[in-house]
């Protein structure tokens, strides 16, 4: 039995079958596995209505192209168009991108990189991004000749611009990692190319199109084979949605010329906005607030939110709750809340889990608590696959003992979503809510939220590595995770940070000042426990310090020291080095971990990589000749059969991508 597909399941009994097909759901305590509980969006592709074309990119023809249109969620006129070119690229030239990129963002990740917010929803984007004036100065990328001679001129050919690229970034969606990209729209790009780097097989979902606000209903999944593109505008309502596997993609983005790229500009709005289109005015006071110009970036927002266009009062009521620093604005709760409840009356699912949010909770002194219309305005932004809503409603219903919560949780978990991840983490661990007590579990989704940079989950996954529970024992690296842990606000990572400068655990240098400093910031913020232990951190405090050692605060300083030394200073931050072999691997080891660089918590989780298309099996040849044989009809006259199609050419390994000539090409929809 599969997941139901409903918006939200309140309500519903969900029950599972077993081996011999037996209902198990009404069972005392049993409880349905996690695919029977989320409410998962189904996997609908889009179906194009017009046959492919024949295109030509720069040198290259006889490539196909897919052409298909969706309505703008919020806005009325004409549709959104997008296009899908088959087999534009080669097998050899998506293996060097996809190796290439590939070692780039595991480098950057590795080194504490590569997690910087996305624009869209403010999480770890992991992905890594090339200027295009940093294209311009790597002679060996092998992206830089397939812009020049490819990507461009389809792009000039396609909207009638000379467009120019702004920048391309490599993106991963593997699992512990990113999962999901919320619908949006690309407002800083005139253009946007995605091109696919792994078989559609590798993954279950991807990239989709969106008619409306109700995912569960108008959510369309494009099928993008390995070596193919989509290319569309910034009108395009959009995103990705990796349910199961793995998927790796490259997105380019472009200007209509090459006068926008430097200064970040999107001088296509100006026109559309003296014609009072809301998207466009939008998108123009976007532009301006990103050259922090927020006055007349204010002036536009506002003419937008005249209109009625929900993103422009969403951004709006942000920006009167928190002004943006340096902007100037004055905050205004009443008028936030205005804003977010006329955008939330209008659909806008991001406004209703922002708005439902704040009511559910209340402000002291700024927002009055509103229960019912707070869960009233979370289940409606849940049932538009909102992963903030779906927490906070999760939440909120296990706090009043409604068991449904945890579908909530679970379904946000699976997008990703850093705090449902650990909340479900938690339900394992502890058996809550009928969950089974599964430590390996608990281990998955702690691991997974701290990799989104959780600091309860990291100081959590510090705890299972000290004690060695499910894991290796490991206390220089559960003593990094708690130092990351207390960097980020959390009290029980600060305390335990503290109590490993206070013994020394980990290989850290013992410091009573400031393990008494961790101390008292959690105290401070609440920890019951680190109340209780502050007389034992004030008792170590009043002892005579272990001398002040000195830290190298630049690689020159590193250089100057030996490799008794280096292993020293190594050893005494808890970092690994038993894979260093000579000096030279000691500096460059220490160097990743002095003051001001960004410090990873652990490598980013690897993951395969297919390099090269599945080759045909000779079984597979032989079945292939002879279903071919069973079809084809010998000529008049014994005259022989017509030349078959090879399988080479069927699996795109050695054959030119032309169909062969003894059959004409397909026109059928995918």
């Known amino acids: 039995m599969t997941a139901s597909t409903g918006a939200s399941g309140e309500g519903k009994t969900f029950g599972y079958k077993s ?24 996997v609908r592709p889009y179906i194009f209505e017009q046959p492919p074309q024949s295109v030509s990119a720069g040198s290259r023809y006889g490539a196909l192209e897919h052409c298909g249109a969706v309505p703008k969620p919020y806005l009325p006129g ?12 080669t097998d050899n030239e998506v293996a060097q991108l996809l190796s290439t990129c590939s070692q780039v963002l595991s480098e950057a990740i590795r080194t504490g990189r590569g997690r910087e917010p996305d624009a869209v929803d403010g999480l770890p984007s992991f992905t890594v991004q090339q200027t295009a004036a940093e294209l311009r100065s790597d002679t060996s990328s092998p992206l830089r000749p397939l812009v020049d001679a490819v990507l461009l001129p389809l792009v000039r050919r396609q909207y009638g611009y000379p467009a120019a690229l702004s920048h391309a970034l490599f993106r991963r969606f593997v699992p512990e990692e990113r999962r999901f990209v919320a619908p949006h729209y690309e407002y800083a790009a005139f253009a946007v190319v995605v091109i696919s780097l792994q078989e559609p097989s590798t993954c279950t979902g991807g990239m989709f199109v969106q008619s409306s606000g109700n995912a ?40 209509d010329s090459e006068a926008a790229v430097l200064p970040r500009t999107c001088p296509w709005y100006r026109t559309q906005a003296e014609s009072d289109d809301p998207f466009s005015l939008y998108g123009l006071a976007l532009s301006l607030a990103s050259s922090k110009d927020f006055k007349g970036a204010k002036v536009f927002l506002e003419q937008a939110c005249e209109l009625g266009y929900p993103d422009a009062l969403c951004t709006a009521a942000e920006w009167c709750w928190e002004p943006p620093p340096g902007s100037g604005l004055k905050e205004s709760s009443s008028t936030a809340l205005s804003f977010w409840k006329r955008a939330s009356e209008l659909g806008h699912s991001r406004s209703q889990s922002r708005y439902g949010s704040l009511l559910l909770q209340g402000v002291p002194g700024r927002v009055q608590q509103d229960v019912f219309e707070g869960k009233r305005m979370l289940r409606l932004a849940f049932e538009q696959d909102e992963p903030d809503a779906g927490f906070a409603l999760g939440q909120a219903l296990l706090q009043e003992g409604d068991r449904d919560g945890a579908t909530k949780l679970l379904a946000s978990s699976m997008k990703g979503h850093p705090r449902a991840c650990f909340q479900v983490a938690e339900m394992y661990r502890e058996g809550q809510h009928k969950f089974p007590k599964d430590l390996q579990q608990s281990l998955l989704y702690t691991k997974w939220a701290a990799h989104q940079g959780d600091a309860q989950a990291l100081s959590n996954l510090g705890h299972l590595l000290v004690n060695g529970m499910g894991v290796v024992k490991d206390e220089a690296k559960a003593v990094r995770l708690f130092r990351h842990a207390a960097k980020r606000g959390a009290p029980e990572g600060m305390l335990n940070y503290g109590l490993a400068l206070l013994r020394g655990s980990g290989g850290v240098k013992v ?31 009043k002892n005579p310090n272990p001398p002040a050692r ?23 931050e808890g970092i690994d080095f038993s894979d260093c072999v000579e000096k030279s691997d000691l500096i460059a080891r220490a160097a990743l971990h002095l003051p001001g660089v960004a410090e990873p918590w652990d490598a980013a989780p690897e993951h395969m990589l297919l390099l090269e298309p599945k080759r045909p099996t000779k079984e597979d040849i032989l079945r292939q000749r002879a279903q071919a044989a069973v079809h084809a009809k010998p000529g008049e006259n014994g005259t022989p059969l017509p030349p078959l199609q090879c399988a080479a050419a069927q699996a795109k390994a050695d054959c030119p991508r032309q169909p062969c000539r003894a059959e004409p090409p397909a026109t059928e929809h995918y």
């Open 550 to 572: 000195c830290v190298p605060s630049s690689v020159e300083e590193l250089r100057t020291l030996g490799v008794r030394d280096l292993r020293e200073l190594l050893r005494s």
């Open 216 to 255: 569960f209903l108008d959510r369309r999944f494009v099928q993008l084979d390995r070596g193919d593109l989509c290319i569309f505008q910034y009108d395009l309502f959009h995103g990705t949605d990796v349910q199961d596997g793995f998927r790796y993609e490259l997105v380019l983005h472009f200007k």
């Open 78 to 89: 004409p549709e959104a168009n997008f296009s899908v070119v088959k087999g534009l690229l």
């Open 19 to 42: 081996e011999e097909g037996k209902d198990q759901g009404s069972q005392a305590g049993a409880w349905p596995c996690i695919d029977q509980l989320i409410a998962a969006v189904p």
């Open 511 to 541: 410091d009573y000042q400031e393990a008494l400093t961790w101390a008292q910031k959690s105290a401070a913020l609440g920890h019951s426990l680190a109340h209780q232990q502050l007389s034992m951190f004030f008792n170590a405090a």
